[in-house]
């Protein structure tokens, strides 16, 4: 069985451990969230999402996920 | 309960739709989704008020909780128009990164911008509102503004190319009413875009009296969502905008404080 080697980035606003190498579109399957649901924000860059399997995620790297709420 | 349905419908009245940044809307009673007790309660109120824009606002998903908070697994975002919110911002900086955000969820570029200068009242930071307008129009989006009811900002957030300028009725979530009738006036007889009052509206008689100062529409969350039965408010908010809609195009009688007997003065027997 493999060592997975593993990070530490900050998710909205926490500090969270997951497996190095994972791209966007891994991350929120982990979590799952439906890509369609959020707003991905990867140190501060908007990411289209189209795009989450292009985004590997890093040691340190901080991550927004956004959805909507009720408001007024 | 089910109540009849004849109570509740307002009368037909001859009037243009209102179109805001190239947007048609059936309705020019705007509404808010948040404070509602539960999410059942605010979709019938939404479809009681008969609006078809609603305000969301952007939040990280709280990843500890259920995924079901978020507000689109309540409302389809093919029966009703998402306006997102800046609400909660206090830069022009955040309340850019927000639109962005908000854009980048696909449904259109329309933003509902909110910046805020002071905790206490909720009274926006006008300087930071119009600076974030510019940013925002320059980059495309169709920017609803909401701002206190002082004219030459609502001038300002014209030129600096928002579709819609939105003073405030009172402070947020107070349900204070129309404080200011003659600014609101004023900046409607100015602006060249519509005018749309948002906040402040506490129950149907200010939504009747703001849009009786002439207002292209009117915006509103706290009035419905906090009341005891919001599905019933949100009839009556529906009925007021169009009576003071129905009024303004009326045209009112001059008020005196004096009076005038309406029934004939001859003819009384000696």
Same mark, same amino acid.
């Given at each position: 069985?493999?060592?997975?080697?593993?990070?530490?980035?900050?998710?909205?606003?926490?500090?969270?451990?997951?497996?190095?190498?994972?791209?966007?579109?891994?991350?929120?399957?982990?979590?799952?969230?439906?890509?369609?649901?959020?707003?991905?924000?990867?140190?501060?860059?908007?990411?289209?999402?189209?795009?989450?399997?292009?985004?590997?995620?890093?040691?340190?790297?901080?991550?927004?996920?956004?959805?909507?709420?009720?408001?007024? | 309960?089910?109540?009849?349905?004849?109570?509740?419908?307002?009368?037909?009245?001859?009037?243009?739709?209102?179109?805001?940044?190239?947007?048609?809307?059936?309705?020019?009673?705007?509404?808010?989704?948040?404070?509602?007790? &539960? !999410?059942?309660?605010? @979709?019938? %109120?939404? #479809?009681?008020?008969? +609006?078809?824009? *609603?305000? $969301?606002?952007?939040?990280?998903?709280?990843?500890?909780?259920?995924?079901?908070?978020?507000?689109?697994?309540?409302?389809?975002?093919?029966?009703?128009?998402?306006?997102?919110?800046?609400?909660?911002?206090?830069?022009?900086?955040?309340?850019?990164?927000?639109?962005?955000?908000?854009?980048?969820?696909?449904?259109?570029?329309?933003?509902?911008?909110?910046?805020?200068?002071?905790?206490?009242?909720?009274?926006?930071?006008?300087?930071?509102?119009?600076?974030?307008?510019?940013?925002?129009?320059?980059?495309?989006?169709?920017?609803?503004?909401? &701002? !206190?009811?002082?004219? @030459?900002? %609502?001038? #300002?957030?014209?030129? +600096?190319?928002? *579709?819609? $300028?939105?003073?405030?009725?009172?402070?947020?979530?107070?349900?204070?009413?129309?404080?200011?009738?003659?600014?609101?006036?004023?900046?409607?007889?100015?602006?060249?875009?519509?005018?749309?009052?948002?906040?402040?509206?506490?129950?149907?008689?200010?939504?009747?009296?703001?849009?009786?100062?002439?207002?292209?529409?009117?915006?509103?969350?706290?009035?419905?969502?906090?009341?005891?039965?919001?599905?019933?408010?949100?009839?009556?908010?529906?009925?007021?905008?169009?009576?003071?809609?129905?009024?303004?195009?009326?045209?009112?009688?001059?008020?005196?404080?004096?009076?005038?007997?309406?029934?004939?003065?001859?003819?009384?027997?000696?």
């Amino acid at each position: 069985m493999n060592t997975t080697e593993m990070i530490e980035i900050r998710l909205n606003g926490k500090p969270h451990d997951l497996a190095a190498g994972q791209s966007v579109r891994e991350l929120l399957e982990s979590l799952d969230l439906h890509p369609g649901m959020v707003v991905v924000e990867l140190n501060r860059e908007i990411l289209e999402r189209d795009r989450y399997d292009e985004f590997t995620i890093g040691e340190g790297d901080t991550v927004e996920l956004v959805h909507f709420v009720g408001g007024g | 309960m089910t109540a009849s349905q004849t109570t509740s419908e307002a009368p037909a009245v001859q009037d243009e739709a209102l179109e805001v940044g190239g947007h048609t809307l059936t309705s020019r009673l705007i509404v808010g989704t948040g404070k509602y007790a &539960t !999410n059942e309660v605010m @979709v019938d %109120a939404i #479809r009681a008020s008969g +609006a078809d824009m *609603v305000t $969301v606002a952007v939040r990280r998903v709280d990843l500890d909780r259920t995924k079901e908070e978020g507000v689109l697994h309540h409302l389809d975002p093919k029966e009703f128009f998402l306006l997102a919110n800046t609400a909660g911002c206090y830069t022009a900086e955040d309340a850019v990164r927000y639109a962005r955000l908000a854009r980048a969820a696909g449904f259109n570029e329309f933003v509902k911008l909110e910046v805020i200068g002071d905790e206490t009242t909720l009274l926006p930071d006008v300087q930071a509102t119009v600076d974030a307008a510019k940013t925002l129009s320059d980059e495309g989006f169709k920017v609803m503004a909401y &701002t !206190n009811d002082d004219l @030459v900002t %609502a001038l #300002r957030l014209e030129d +600096a190319g928002c *579709v819609a $300028v939105m003073p405030l009725a009172s402070p947020i979530g107070s349900g204070l009413g129309v404080v200011n009738p003659y600014f609101i006036r004023e900046i409607k007889r100015r602006l060249e875009v519509p005018v749309i009052v948002d906040a402040g509206v506490g129950t149907a008689s200010d939504a009747c009296v703001t849009m009786e100062q002439g207002v292209d529409g009117v915006l509103m969350n706290t009035a419905i969502a906090a009341a005891d039965d919001p599905v019933r408010m949100a009839h009556a908010m529906r009925s007021a905008v169009w009576a003071g809609r129905s009024a303004y195009l009326a045209g009112r009688m001059p008020s005196r404080e004096i009076a005038v007997p309406s029934s004939p003065t001859a003819g009384m027997l000696d």
